[in-house]
């Protein structure tokens, strides 16, 4: 029984190792109207990252079937499936769609700096009436944005429910909430607001931390992107979010700004 469980531990590392070594330097090319240097590409798969250069191009190991991740704050995010063809191609095109803004950004007055105690300090605005002064009921709750409004649309009310009457009870399915769930459907969205969610997070993050933990620190603008990404898909990250606690948060950022300094030293120095 002992032989059969080394021989099992034995194949299975072996197996890990094959899959590795599988992992072949992947050439890529971003292309778009605008600037493509400094957009960080993501291996999800395999928890490897790099930065494109001046010509949108980068280079990444990866495999078939690996999932690449590409984020800029110019442009839409992008997941690419890597496929047995683009493995043996000489380089992969990925096409980039810039993000489009409702409105274009106007300084009108008082320049706001983002903090918001400093920019409730600068500004002229007044706090405004709510409910609660007039002692009448009310709803603070945010409105759901277009994919949460999705996901309760696809996942909303419960899975089956018992009906009773005058010739007997019976179970009423929900038909929608299941097929969604069989199909994916649910899944997907699902983890399309937990996208989005981190997205909101650590852009608040951002504007309130970034000059903390960069005031000494010489880690150029695209890099910080990087970094930024990089502490955004931990695991914990969102977990974090939800506590709500700056010092915890502070405290996750610095620690993962040191194990980002610590996986760049390693790749300059390979």
Not at 56 to 64: C, D, L, N, Q, R
Not at 67 to 80: A, G, M, Q
Not at 136 to 144: A, R
Not at 229 to 247: A, G, H, P, R
């Amino acid at each position: 029984m002992k032989r059969t469980k080394l021989l099992f531990s034995l194949v299975a590392l072996v197996s890990v190792f094959l899959l590795q070594a599988q992992r072949t330097e992947i050439k890529g090319k971003l292309i778009a109207d605008d600037d493509v240097e400094g957009i960080h590409v993501l291996n999800k798969t395999a928890s490897k990252f790099t930065i494109s250069d001046e010509k949108g191009e980068f280079t990444i190991a990866a495999k078939a079937t690996d999932t690449l991740f590409i984020s800029s704050l110019v442009y839409e995010k992008k997941e690419v499936i890597i496929t047995s063809e683009d493995e043996n191609s000489e380089i992969i095109k990925i096409k980039l769609e810039e993000k489009v803004s409702a409105l274009d950004k106007v300084v009108v007055g008082k320049i706001l700096t983002g903090s918001l105690q400093s920019d409730l300090e600068n500004s002229d605005a007044k706090t405004e009436i709510n409910f609660y002064d007039l002692g009448i009921p009310g709803n603070t709750n945010l409105p759901l944005t277009q994919n949460e409004k999705k996901l309760h649309d696809a996942d909303g009310g419960p899975t089956g429910s018992i009906m009773g009457g005058p010739f007997g009870g019976g179970i009423v399915l929900n038909l929608h909430k299941i097929l969604n769930k069989i199909s994916g459907r649910t899944k997907k969205l699902k983890g399309v607001v937990e996208l989005d969610d981190r997205d909101k997070c650590i852009n608040r993050l951002r504007i309130d931390y970034e000059s903390i933990l960069f005031e000494n620190d010489t880690l150029t603008k695209n890099l910080r992107n990087e970094y930024f990404l990089f502490s955004q898909e931990d695991e914990n990250f969102l977990s974090l979010c939800k506590e709500d606690n700056d010092i915890k948060l502070l405290e996750f950022l610095q620690q993962k700004l040191k194990a980002y300094r610590e996986n760049l030293n390693s790749s300059n120095n390979d």
